[in-house]
């Protein structure tokens, strides 16, 4: 797959990206000068983000890709990686913000890429906690462009995220036996189930697709594999949330 768009079209799509976020605002899809027209477009939309905005990669979110053709993978910018008592969102209809219950694995040891890739083994020393997480979202097209889109204009978009509340740490025992975990978010109950039924399968995954694009993982990102229970609406207040068997917290969402 051979990317269409030259860099100046990826720094204007960016731009546009960047200003969405920041105004959390919900846009039509991108011009056709700049609007992706595969993967490889995409990922490359994705960079020119992360070089535009001026931070570093605070956290990837990634899944096994369950078809072929949408590849799971997005970048989650400095400053939008969350832990404590109050997490800042952006809210998706007033009083109200998106969440997704995922757990996170935080690298412990930088991964380099390399051409050999990564061993189940090496991937595991390299993680250095692991925690119950929230994975933040934020819609940044409209709604009357959803028909439109194809899955390189969310794909460009970073899939919606917004960034990672990172919550208590449990064990790797635990985080490596959570196919299926009953979830809890104040009084509304979920039997959560992992898409890759697994949630440490999508980190060998993602390492390697990493790896062998060139792109070193680093020490301290956090790094999301799928949520249990889709996208959940919660209102922008203090939030109760347990994982059964994992333990519980409590945050207070607050409007950015």
């Known amino acids: 797959m051979t990317q269409t768009l030259s860099k100046e079209a990826c720094l204007k799509a960016a731009q546009e990206l960047l200003a969405r976020r920041s105004a ?8 056709e000068d700049c609007r992706p027209a595969n993967l490889e477009d995409a990922l490359a939309i994705q960079a020119a983000t992360v070089e535009a905005s001026g931070k570093k990669i605070a956290g990837w979110k990634c899944l096994v890709p369950l078809n072929p ?19 800042l969102v952006k809210c998706t209809e007033p009083g109200k913000t998106l969440i ?15 051409e050999s890739g990564y061993t189940e083994a090496e991937v595991d020393n390299a993680i250095g906690s692991y925690h119950m997480a929230l994975e933040l979202l934020q819609r940044r097209y409209a709604a009357s462009a959803n028909d439109e889109l194809i899955f390189a204009d969310r794909q460009a978009d970073c899939l919606l995220n917004e960034g990672i509340f990172v919550g208590p740490e449990i064990t790797k025992a635990q985080a490596y036996d959570a196919a299926e975990i009953k979830l809890s978010i104040d009084e509304n109950n979920y039997d959560g189930k992992h898409p890759n039924l697994s949630a440490q399968a999508p980190i060998y995954w993602f390492v390697n697709f990493m790896s062998e694009r060139g792109i070193n993982l680093e020490k301290g990102q956090a790094i999301i594999t799928g949520s249990y229970a889709g996208a959940i609406e919660v209102p922008v207040k203090t939030t109760d949330i347990a994982y059964e068997g994992f333990g519980q917290y409590q945050v207070t969402f607050k409007e950015a």
Not at 24 to 31: A, E, I, S, T, V
């Open 24 to 31: 959390n605002h919900r846009g039509d899809r991108l011009p």
């Open 100 to 114: 997704e219950p995922e757990i996170a694995f935080v690298l412990g040891a930088d991964l380099p890429a390399r």
């Open 69 to 87: 053709e949408q590849i799971i993978v997005g970048p989650v910018l400095e400053g939008t990686v969350q832990q404590g008592a109050e997490c």
